[in-house]
């Protein structure tokens, strides 16, 4: 059923939740993950992949250990780090790399800041024509 799933990652706790669901799914459709981070600093949105920072090194050093983890559990998994605006780079990347499904952590809501901006979540789920999976992050 899910050849591809494209698990969007933040860097924080949230990401244990919806992988957490994402495990049993891939095992289930013997599907390839692929782990997805943006990258969204001053030095990601200015250089794009050229940029050099902290926070950059410290994003594909952690990719690379949930990869890890997930390959050692038997399910094949690749690593990509985007740069710029979140929205925009998961939609691109799941027509890129022809996903089957977006799994994704959402935090609930800012009510302000989602009024004006929108959440991420939102703006995927509206601008992708395959299967959102939408996990709020535990309390």
Do not use: N
Request: charged share 25%; glycine share 6%; with cysteine.
């Amino acid at each position: 059923m899910w050849q591809k799933i494209l698990v969007t990652l933040d860097a924080t706790s949230a990401d244990r939740t919806i992988l957490e669901h994402v495990r049993p799914l891939a095992r289930r459709f013997e599907s390839r993950v692929v782990l997805l981070h943006v990258a969204d600093g001053w030095a990601a949105r200015t250089y794009g992949p050229d940029a050099v920072s902290a926070e950059i090194t410290e994003d594909r050093a952690y990719l690379e250990t949930v990869r890890k983890e997930l390959e050692a559990e038997g399910i094949p998994t690749e690593a990509e780090l985007a740069f710029g605006d979140p929205p925009s780079e998961i939609i691109k990347w799941v027509k890129q790399r022809q996903c089957d499904l977006v799994a994704m952590s959402t935090h609930g809501h800012r009510f302000f800041a989602d009024l004006f901006l929108g959440t991420t979540a939102h703006r995927v789920q509206h601008q992708v024509d395959v299967p959102v999976l939408l996990v709020k992050v535990k309390g």
